[in-house]
């Protein structure tokens, strides 16, 4: 960072994973920033997520890497069930040669523990200063810096906008302009607590249930005490991206068939949300000018390859990272950053979309997907996952194959 310089102010919008973990990579290079969240507080909805090694490595660049930890739980295995015959399909060991291999854990960890571990870092943080209940309502993307009005009549500047307010994003809408693709695949999360979890199924591993059209998730959470379920099935209906409620007889429409051992857990949860989820067709351009997105707004992904948090976490990482070689010149790093993001996103996104396809696979692509894995030593295994495991601060600005 180059000392003579006055300090930039960068203009975050959305309070989120991504956002958090941006302005603190924005700090780590000096920059002050203001953090706009259109809710009430700083929050995070929903139940467990999943954390590969690339995401511990992206924590440990932030300086959040032990308070994330301490709040993971660190898994065995990774395993892939039938959930019509309940056979084994494949299974990744996690353990010691795993971390070994990629220098960072497998862990599952609960959405709100590890954004708590972020904020709590932004918030002993002088340079970041926050404002909830902000709606932006429009920008301005000038030479020399940018205005945000929000819904109020408010007025912000700053040297730079990063928008990182998720797949329904404002800033997107203006700086590219395209729509969001609603998948038809619906998503209900609960959280069971470990005595109403089926002793058989207390794992320490995601467990995933893979059906036709649909597929169940399991996977302990804070200790061991909770576990987290996520079931997912292709809608009947005509869906619209959002957020509610959701109803077990809906649920168990959609489950019929599946064998008993997985089956039993649709009547564990007390009450489930149910998301309809959303995605992009990858884009060659995220910004202009001083601005740019991140995470969800700028590659929101189905869920299949547990790589929507990891991914906004690379790219805070990656943009402090473009800010630092760029002696933080903000447009010079956002399109450096964006070269870098855009590809390894894209390949993320769409990987994604075929894991879904195997997920669900029905009929002779099920006994297909069944052989995939027969036989395949561990070591295969990670060396098919390691474009996307190795990742870290270190590698973050080269190029796949650069050196």
Partial sequence: MNNNKPQQKVIVVGGGIGGLAAALALTRQGISVQLLEQADKIGEIGAGIQLGPNAYAALDALGVGEAARSRSVFTDHLIMMDAIDASEVGRVDVGAPFRARFGNPYGVIHRADIHLSILEAVEKNPLISFHTSTKIESMEIKG??????????????????????????????????????????????????????????????????????CHLVHYPLRGGQQYNLVVTFHSNEQEEWGVREGSKEEVLSYFEGIHARPHQMLDK?????????????????????????????????????????????????????????????IEQAFRKYESIRIPRTARVLWSAREMGRLYHAKGVERLVRNQLWAGRSQERFYDSVEWLYSWNVANCLKQPGEQ
């Fill in 144 to 213: 020399d810096g940018v205005v945000v009005i929000d819904t109020r009549g408010n007025r912000f500047e700053g040297d730079a906008l990063l928008g990182c307010d998720g797949v329904k994003s404002v800033v997107r809408e203006q700086l590219v302009g395209d729509e969001a693709k609603v998948t038809g695949h619906v998503v209900y999360r609960a959280v069971v607590d470990v005595e109403n979890m089926p002793e058989d199924l207390r794992v320490n591993a995601p467990m995933l249930w893979a059906g036709p059209r």
């Fill in 269 to 329: 949860p007390r009450s489930w949300t149910r998301w309809a989820t959303a995605d992009r067709d990858p884009v060659d351009s995220w910004g202009q000018g001083r601005a740019t997105i991140l995470g969800d707004a700028a590659h929101p992904m189905t869920q299949y390859l547990a790589q929507g948090a990891c991914m906004a976490l690379e790219d805070a990482v990656t943009l402090g990272e473009a800010l630092r070689v760029c002696d933080n010149d």
